[in-house]
C-alpha cells in the first residue's frame, strides 16, 4: 500500500485548501440568508419559468426557508465539488508520465492493476473525506442560520440524503476522470478536461429540464442527481443515481483495461 500512502500524502495540501475555501465559501453563502429570503422574490419573478426552472428555481416559496435557500445556493457549490473530484481523477495516472515518475513505479514489484487499483482506492478516500467534512460544515451552518421553526430532524434526514447522493455524483466524475487519465501522457489538459466535462454535463441537464423533448440529457448530468433543491423537496431520484452507479462501474473497469496495455512513456 506504498503507492496508496504516497498518492494520500501528494494530495494532502490540496484537500485542505479545498475544505477551507468550500467551507468559507459555505458560510459567506448561508449568512446571507437571513438578509435575503424577504428580499429579491418580486424581481425573480419577472424571469421566464422555463429558466426558472432551469435553475431550480420552480418554487420562490421555498427560498424563504433555509433548506430552500441552501438547495438553491449549493448548487454551485456541487459544480466546483465535481471539477475537484474530475481533477483528481484527470490527474491520477496522467501525472506519472509527465512528471516521469512512473520509471520508479516501475522499479518496484507493483503491477498496472495494483497501480490504477491503489490510485482509485486512494483518491475515493479523499474525495470521501472533503465531502463529508463539507457536508458536516454546511450542516452546522444550516442550524446556526435556519428560520425560527425550522425542523432540526427534518434538515439532518436533507442533509443525509444528500451526503450519499453527492457522495455518488463525485465518485461519478471522478471515474471518468481515471477513464480519461488512461488515455493521457501528460496532466497539463487535466484542468481544463475537468472543467470541460463537468459543465458540459451540467449544460446537458439544463437544456433536458428545459424541453421536455431532451428529458433524457438529464441522465448524462451527475450533478441532477445530487441536486440539494430537489433532494431536500422529494428525495433522492433513485433512476439517476443507479445512472451514475453504472458509469462508475464501467469506467472504472475500462480505466483498468485501458491501462493495462497502454504503451507508457517510461
Not at 60 to 71: D, N, Q
Not at 79 to 89: N, P
Not at 123 to 136: F, K
Amino acid at each position: 500500500m506504498t503507492l496508496f500512502r504516497l498518492e494520500c500524502k501528494t494530495h494532502c495540501k490540496t484537500l485542505l485548501i479545498w475544505m477551507i475555501v468550500v467551507g468559507i465559501l459555505t458560510l459567506g453563502l448561508v449568512s446571507l440568508f437571513p438578509a435575503m429570503k424577504d428580499m429579491g422574490l418580486d424581481q425573480m419573478k419577472a424571469m421566464p419559468k422555463d429558466m426558472m426552472k432551469a435553475f431550480n428555481l420552480s418554487d420562490l416559496g421555498m427560498l424563504t426557508t433555509i433548506k430552500g435557500y441552501f438547495g438553491y445556493e449549493y448548487q454551485y457549490v456541487m459544480l466546483a465539488t465535481g471539477i475537484f473530484a474530475a481533477m483528481l481523477g484527470t490527474n491520477a495516472l496522467s501525472r506519472e508520465e509527465s512528471e516521469g515518475t512512473i520509471s520508479y513505479l516501475f522499479s518496484q514489484p507493483i503491477s498496472r492493476i495494483a497501480i490504477v487499483g491503489e490510485k482509485m482506492l486512494a483518491n475515493t478516500v479523499l474525495y470521501t473525506l472533503y465531502w463529508l467534512v463539507s457536508m458536516a460544515i454546511a450542516y452546522l451552518v444550516c442550524l446556526m442560520f435556519k428560520e425560527t421553526g425550522a425542523s432540526v430532524s427534518d434538515l439532518f434526514d436533507g442533509f443525509t440524503q444528500l451526503t450519499f447522493a453527492g457522495w455518488v455524483m463525485g465518485l461519478t466524475f471522478l471515474s471518468v476522470g481515471f477513464l480519461l487519465s488512461a488515455f493521457l501522457s501528460s496532466n497539463k489538459s487535466a484542468t481544463s478536461l475537468s472543467l470541460g466535462l463537468v459543465f458540459l454535463t451540467f449544460i446537458l441537464g439544463v437544456v433536458g429540464k428545459m424541453n421536455n423533448d431532451f428529458k433524457g440529457l438529464l441522465y448524462a448530468s451527475p450533478v441532477d442527481a445530487a441536486l440539494p433543491s430537489t433532494i431536500f423537496k422529494s428525495g433522492i431520484e433513485w433512476n439517476y443515481i443507479v445512472t451514475d452507479l453504472v458509469v462508475i462501474v464501467v469506467a472504472g473497469l475500462l480505466t483498468f483495461w485501458i491501462y493495462r496495455r497502454k504503451d507508457l512513456n517510461v
